[in-house]
DNA sequence: TTCGCCAATTGTGTATACACTGATGTGAAA
DNA sequence: TTTCACATCAGTGTATACACAATTGGCGAA
């Protein structure tokens, strides 16, 4: 495994772990000593960490982890909404039914509010359906776009874990979603998945600011 | 500037304009001599350019120019779809209706059809209209992921030049797009949009199907 | 005391040397 | 003649040295 790529992965853990918070300055120097690699594979690595937005160049000097607040979570929610549900239009299209017929019977038969353990395993099959969305779509484009949201979405699943109501939920989501794009219908697909990212982010906004909740939280 | 930018942008604009065309590979040390300068900042570039996915590394020893074809182009279509509507419908919802009322009438005023230099002053509108869209949105992730479409939607307008019918057309499609968000009709601005993009995806396929020249027309 | 300038330090950007790996070609043996 | 093995080479990955710019601290003058 390259320097770099080592470099890579545990600054992008880091940070969407938090462990480096926002604001954090990342330099090359520093970050190369404690990594114990040399400059030239770390400042590649800092590069990629930019490009994904997750750190950002304030000058041409100072290099930060970016900020991730509850209006970039709104703001990540609604290009996600417009990738994730043209993504499920074109997988009922399209996509293998057999393996999405599958999934709605993994996701039924999940129960991830009995406990942790069960949790770790929900988080899993959303990885599951994930792949099969992007295997099902085929267009590398929207994997790659979809790539970069997940990255920055895993920031937000750290800033507000789903409650035992909420994954029950979004269970049964998940399962319609799949069982729409199994059954090939396209629109309920899309729609489905409004209401699941709909819902999933009223929930994660509501325990963000548990007094104020977003509109169109019901 | 940056060498390693100055690499980013050459080598960019060369795989736009097919002057590197796809399969060819991309050596360090033989770029760095090219653009003469060292490794190091040409190494950047051409990481930079796999992360757009206009190069990608097929061995540890070889990076090649990625390839680029109709099917791509209906792939990069489905993305901008995706993204372009929300993003339309979103800056119809908040945008500054006073700027869109502008390139309303600027694209009235329009005349692309007209000669060669009027085709240019149009690809400057449009460019116009992606800024003002970017900043109606008002959302990095939504321009993050439309920059990418757009660099890739480069390699495809050298592919398919627009015709003059199609010129005209496509003037009276942003019309009704930026009409739509001026009056804030976020419906109207999503439709139009799929509506634009539909035809000028189908006028670029008519025109790359009809002799399917492979590649290398230059 | 405050402002401004100069020097020193710190950190990035680039060049280059070295290391390692995968490929290729040549030679010898079967 | 063919095949296998070894050596050479080409090219990437990493480390490091050097150059340059920016920021900061100190010192002097107003």
Redo the contacts with the bound molecule.
Sequence with gaps: ???????YSTLLDEIQRGELAPGT????????ARL?????????A??RLVADGLAA?L?????VVTDFDAGDIKRLFEVRRALEESSARLAAARGDREEFAELAQAFAAAHPEAGESNADAYYELIARYDAALDRAVDNAYFTNALRTIRTHLARARRLARDNRERLRASVAEHQLIAEAIASGDPELAAHATHVHLHNALAAILTQLEPRTPPEGTQ
Excluded: F, H, W, Y
């Design positions: 495994m390259r320097a770099s790529d080592l470099a300055v990342l330099g090359e120097v520093e970050q190369a114990g690699i040399s400059r030239t594979p770390t400042r590649a800092i590069g160049q000058s041409p000097r100072i290099t």
